[in-house]
C-alpha cells in the first residue's frame, strides 16, 4: 500500500553536506518507525538511523551521532535524514524503510517491511 520515494542523493566533496528525504506516496500511510540503511556493492545493507514516527525518538549508532541527524515531518508523510562532514566512505546507496505491523529492534533490517529504491550518494573529490 505505502510507497517509499528518496531523494536528495547525489555528488558531494568530502567535508560538504547532503539532505536525504523519503516521502510516502500513498494515499494513507502508518508505520511504528522508519529508518535509514545504506548499502556499498559487495556488501550488506547497513543501518544508519531511525526514527519513531509517533514519538519522534531517534536512534543512531554513536559513531553517526556528531554527524547525522534524522528528523521527521509528520504532516507531509516524510523523513529526512541531514548528513554533514561527508566522507568517501559514505559513498553509498541510500535506502528509506518503514516499520509496519511488525515487531522487532528498529537496528535489524529484517523488521522493516517497507523500502524504497534507493538513492546514490557519492561523496568525491
Known amino acids: 500500500q505505502e510507497q517509499l520515494v528518496e531523494s536528495g542523493g547525489g555528488l558531494v566533496q568530502p567535508g560538504g553536506s547532503l539532505r536525504l528525504s523519503c516521502a510516502a506516496s500513498?494515499?494513507?500511510?502508518?508505520?511504528?518507525?522508519m529508518g535509514w540503511f545504506r548499502q556499498v556493492p559487495g556488501k550488506e545493507r547497513e543501518f544508519v538511523a531511525a526514527i519513531s514516527w509517533r514519538s519522534g525518538s531517534t536512534y543512531l549508532p554513536e559513531s553517526m551521532r556528531d554527524r547525522i541527524t534524522i528528523y521527521r515531518n509528520t504532516a507531509r508523510n516524510t523523513v529526512n535524514l541531514q548528513m554533514s562532514r561527508l566522507k568517501p566512505e559514505d559513498t553509498a546507496v541510500y535506502y528509506c524503510?518503514?516499520?509496519?505491523?511488525?515487531?522487532?529492534?528498529?537496528?535489524?533490517?529484517?523488521?522493516?517491511?517497507?523500502w524504497g529504491q534507493g538513492t546514490q550518494v557519492t561523496v568525491s573529490s
Open positions: 524503510a518503514a516499520i509496519k505491523g511488525s515487531s522487532g529492534s528498529v537496528y535489524n533490517i529484517a523488521t522493516y517491511n517497507v
Open positions: 500513498g494515499r494513507t500511510f502508518s508505520s511504528s518507525a
